[in-house]
């Protein structure tokens, strides 16, 4: 989560940096519930000095307090519980804005709203397009690729790996798990699939992607869409 001290401190940076997101940053909005927290925690502050005060007052000339001062001190005590709940209304919102919110990119990243903006930083391969058939002709050809059953059970773009072709691709995932704890350092890490509320939310899915992840009610677990979920818990401690 965006740090509120820094939204404030520098709101315009903050604008500037989630437009370059594609976000319409509610950074106003913000200011305003950052407003409003401040105004009821000092409003909040003062009645519990008066009601100090007026304690210490009685406590010091050893009395007990005139029925005004009761009704007065009932009054404060209602505006005070007033004020807290207000305050809780107010900070549950800004929560909930800030959790929305995606993360700045650093200065240096490169701005592209869409394919035509994009900027190419360096390529690797160079111009295939015209070398040798396409995977999706050849693989169907080969009896390792179905791409109608796949678009039969799940719609369009969907496929189906048969033989050789699920072989090829359970060996392509453990080789770059080999090459990737063996020779470059990486320690294997085999996640629970399901996690808590606060796992996701640390992660930044929840709660601005509620809507598209699945979550068991009776456990109130959700299913990770990722392994990096459980991951960043796991470094969160």
């Known amino acids: 989560m965006l740090s509120l001290e820094n939204i404030v401190r ?22 305003e519930l950052d407003s409003q927290r401040k105004s009821l925690i000092q409003a909040a502050d003062t009645d519990r000095a008066l ?7 009685i406590g ?6 005139t029925a005004k001062e009761i009704a007065e001190m009932r009054e ?5 519980k007033s004020y807290e709940n207000d305050l809780e209304s107010v900070l549950s919102e800004m929560n909930a804005v800030l959790l929305s919110l995606p993360n700045m990119p650093l200065e240096g990243v490169p701005d592209g709203m869409d394919e035509e903006s994009n900027i190419i930083v360096r390529t690797s391969a160079g ?17 390792i690729l179905d791409l109608e059953a796949g678009a039969s059970i799940a719609g369009a773009r969907f496929f189906v790996l048969k033989g050789k072709g699920a072989k090829l691709q359970r060996a392509l995932a453990a080789w770059m798990l080999d090459v990737q704890t ?8 085999d996640p629970p699939l399901l996690v808590r509320p606060e796992t ?3 992660s930044g899915n929840l709660p601005k992607f509620k809507d598209n992840l699945y979550r068991d009610e009776e456990t109130d677990l959700w299913l990770i869409p990722t392994a990096e979920v459980a991951l960043n818990g796991l470094h969160q401690g």
């Open 76 to 80: 404060t005590g209602d505006r005070i």
């Open 200 to 202: 996701m939310t640390g």
């Open 127 to 143: 111009d295939t397009s015209s070398h040798g058939n396409a995977h999706w002709d050849v693989a169907p050809r080969l009896g």
């Open 60 to 65: 010091r000339e050893k009395r007990k307090p």
């Open 10 to 31: 520098n709101p315009e940076d903050a604008r500037s940096a989630l437009v370059r997101r594609g976000e319409d940053p509610p950074i106003d909005q913000i200011l």
């Open 182 to 189: 063996e020779q470059h350092g990486y320690t294997e890490i």
């Open 51 to 57: 009601r100090n005060t007026v304690s210490k007052t």
